[in-house]
């Protein structure tokens, strides 16, 4: 039992609904991980791979129903359902304990329950959350040691507070039917039950992180966003810290551990977090951000060494690859690798595969877990419990017109009227239909906790309070010409974007007014080393006033769901940008 009597009767409580035949309490131990390892291995939960080329790294499958975040079967659960807002589902928390309750009673029973105290944060910081998680799954387990600082160090945190977040998880039948993730904001809990996915089931990350943090930093006055951090060192060696939005699969994890290009020698991007950002107004009025993470779970088809080389490194070693394919010489390979597929392999739901089969061999949400602390960009300020001072805020989504490679909004307003509007064709990591363009706000729509027009009205308080605000810009790596190209290079070359909106930080980078923002003007933008042309640099960063206002209608359309809670500074940015467009 730990040491902190309200978390030893909440999990007292749980253990008579579960009904587990053992209990187990990780502290979080280099033993305790290689004992949960060799459990999973002889139960056939993970498979150990080629230990001479991927050394510690583990192989794990998810049902094949079972793949991505189950955004329907999602839920907030609140007292009064306009408390969740037009783009939550919703479920009153009666509701929600007594179906899951029914569903949890007795559904541990010959298996092991497993008691996980995570941290939230960095030792010692005033960021930090506590979790409590309870699963029947030793994947969950190992998973959660890379993702989160767990054990020993999460209940030393927590000391005798009862502050924590009281998340129970079990794998019961895998049956959609009966799957559900639930978040109770207003009791600081999180119910998972159905599913062995790492988006539903690792509680501290999106469920906590993300939906439980956004409500709490309403309340508490702080940010918690979907957003990567990192740092921008100049040749001079000064570095400028920027928080980035993006959707999944939207180039975050690439940008968040880019490698300049050899043309831009001097030049280093440190990497401080690749999917969350906690940020608080420091004492000198600027957002203080830190990565409440300590791992990466990401998405592994496409990751290769021209696309992300830091990634390639940080996986190569002590990761749970899942729902990739397994090649003959017990490695792994993926859609996207640098190296050509096997002749022959096993796919990701355990099948015979060859790459003339006609299907992937890896699932298209295919995910990596490796340690922060492998990735070789990684920051040496990753881990300051202060955490790192924000010079700007971008928000990138993928969009083959409309918007340009980069623009700047007027103010921190305007700049969450941009946020608020941005849209994105769809990705695998979520279920359903691909490449349909969707609104989603600070990529924030499947992770905010409550309300999203209180949370557009929580970003405008929050900028009324900064008197050193970051700048606020919108880009788009995937613009397309007519023939479905893209323009622009990306990957690395994006550093010459970010240059840009570091020299826009310091008063300094050449722009254009438009009706939608502030455009870097030709020639701004440094192409030494690249093929593009200045003919295309234009293309790039064309606004197509006709385009323009086409989008404004489906804003419109977009924001009539939330009535009369839409916040009046959302209003008066659109009603500004139509003029600006009619003119």
């Not at 049956?175 to 690792?202: Q, T």
């Not at 690859?321 to 096993?346: F, K, L, M, S």
């Not at 900028?463 to 790596?477: C, E, S, Y």
Request: aromatic share 10%.
């Amino acid at each position: 039992m730990g040491a902190n009597s309200s978390v030893d009767r909440w999990v007292n409580e749980m253990i008579q609904l579960c009904q587990p035949d053992k209990v187990v309490w990780c502290d979080g131990s280099v033993e305790e991980r290689d004992r949960l390892t060799t459990e999973a291995l002889s139960t056939g939960e993970i498979t150990e791979l080629n230990q001479e080329l991927l050394p510690g790294c583990y192989l794990h499958r998810t049902a094949k129903n079972d793949v991505a975040r189950t955004e329907n079967l999602t839920f907030i659960c609140t007292t009064k359902q306009e408390d969740a807002g037009p783009t939550n589902n919703w479920m009153s928390p009666e509701e929600a304990y007594a179906k899951l309750g029914a569903i949890f009673e007795g559904s541990m029973r010959g298996r092991t329950m497993y008691v996980v105290p995570f941290l939230m944060g960095i030792p010692g910081s005033p960021f930090n959350k506590i979790g409590i998680e309870l699963t029947d799954s030793i994947y969950v387990v190992l998973n959660m040691r890379i993702m989160t600082r767990m054990g020993k160090v999460a209940l030393d945190e927590l000391g005798e507070s009862d502050d924590f977040t009281k998340c129970l998880h079990a794998k019961h039948e895998l049956d959609i039917e009966k799957r559900f993730i639930c978040h109770f904001p207003e009791d600081n809990a999180i119910w998972s039950v159905g599913s062995g996915y790492g988006g539903n089931v690792l509680l501290g990350k999106k469920c906590l992180a993300l939906r439980l943090a956004s409500h709490m930093g309403r309340n508490e006055g702080w940010m918690a966003e979907h957003m990567l951090i990192l740092g921008v060192q100049r040749p001079d060696g000064k570095t400028f810290y920027i928080a980035g939005a993006f959707p999944s699969a939207c180039g975050k994890t690439n940008l968040a551990m880019l490698v300049p290009p050899a043309s831009m020698p001097g030049w280093k991007v440190w990497t401080v977090g690749d999917d969350i950002a906690w940020m608080r107004m420091g004492p000198d009025g600027r957002l203080w951000a830190i990565n409440p993470e300590a791992g990466f779970f990401g998405v592994v088809p496409g990751t290769n060494y021209k696309t992300n080389p830091n990634a390639m490194r940080s996986i190569a070693k002590n990761t749970i690859y899942t729902n990739v394919v397994h090649g003959p010489h017990n490695t792994v390979w993926w859609e996207g690798h640098d190296n050509p597929p096997p002749d022959q392999g096993t796919d990701w739901m355990g099948q015979p595969w060859t790459p003339t089969c006609g299907e992937k061999g890896a699932h298209a949400n295919a995910r990596f877990t490796a340690p922060a602390s492998q990735c070789p960009s990684i920051s040496p300020e990753w881990t300051n419990p202060q955490g790192v001072p924000i010079s700007a805020i971008i928000f990138g989504a993928r969009r083959a017109r409309v918007a340009p490679l980069v623009y700047q909004s007027h103010n921190w307003q305007h700049g969450t009227y941009i946020a608020a509007t941005m849209a994105s064709e769809t990705t695998a990591a979520a279920l359903g239909a691909q490449g349909v363009v969707r609104r989603d706000p600070m990529a924030m729509l499947p992770f905010c906790g409550y309300n999203m027009a209180d949370y557009f009205g929580h970003w405008l308080e929050m900028g009324k309070k900064l008197t050193n605000a970051p700048l606020i810009f919108r880009v788009n790596w995937f613009r397309q010409d007519e023939n479905g190209k893209f323009l622009w290079p990306g990957f690395g070359d994006n550093l010459r974007v970010l240059k840009w909106i570091i020299d826009r930080c310091n008063g300094e980078g050449e722009a254009e007014e438009t009706p939608i923002g502030s455009v870097p003007s030709i020639g701004a933008i440094d192409l030494e080393g690249t093929n593009v042309s200045p003919e295309t640099m234009a293309q790039l960063l064309h606004v197509n006033k006709d385009e323009w206002y086409d989008e404004l209608q489906s804003q419109t359309d977009w924001f009539q769901q939330f009535g009369y809670q839409l916040p009046l500074g959302i209003w008066q940015e659109h009603e500004a940008l139509k003029d600006r467009l009619t003119r």
